[in-house]
């Protein structure tokens, strides 16, 4: 039974991905705020993540006033879903995860910004 729970929760989530994703993409074409949309996609595949995954997000204390620098050295990939799904964020990751190939094109088309972590000229384009 919990094989099959995971099954459908798979199904489920890549089903959100592909239907998010698909819509931002084809409507990226014609929207003439693609920032807008691009992030409200980003924030709807979050907050599906978050669902799917009946996961439970608890913010200590007071949330930071825009703009600001949220540092976090994650533990998994679900930590990005569940810091999306709670703050208005533009993330920052390695370079590699450009060259992967399916989720480097969606990661890109998000917004992120890549660095690469082994030339340090290149970590000030982060901020």
């Known amino acids: 039974m919990r094989n099959l729970r995971a099954t ?3 199904i489920l989530f890549v089903s959100a991905t592909l239907v998010l ?3 931002w993409w084809l409507t990226s074409f014609f929207v003439p ?10 924030g709807l595949w979050a907050q599906s993540f978050v669902k799917i995954s009946a996961m439970k997000i608890e913010v ?4 930071p006033v825009s703009p600001f620098f949220l540092v976090s050295n994650h ?9 999306r799904a ?14 992967w190939p399916i989720a480097g094109r969606i990661v890109r088309d998000m917004g992120v910004i ?3 972590r082994q030339n340090r000229r290149d970590i000030p384009r982060a901020g």
């Open 8 to 10: 459908f929760k798979l």
């Open 21 to 23: 994703y698909g819509s």
């Open 33 to 42: 705020n693609k920032q807008y949309w691009r992030q409200l996609a980003f």
């Open 60 to 63: 200590i204390g007071t949330p």
């Open 75 to 83: 533990l998994s990939y679900t930590d990005i879903a569940a810091l």
């Open 86 to 99: 709670t703050f208005q964020t533009v993330f920052v990751a390695k370079a590699e995860i450009n060259d």
């Open 114 to 116: 890549f660095i690469d």
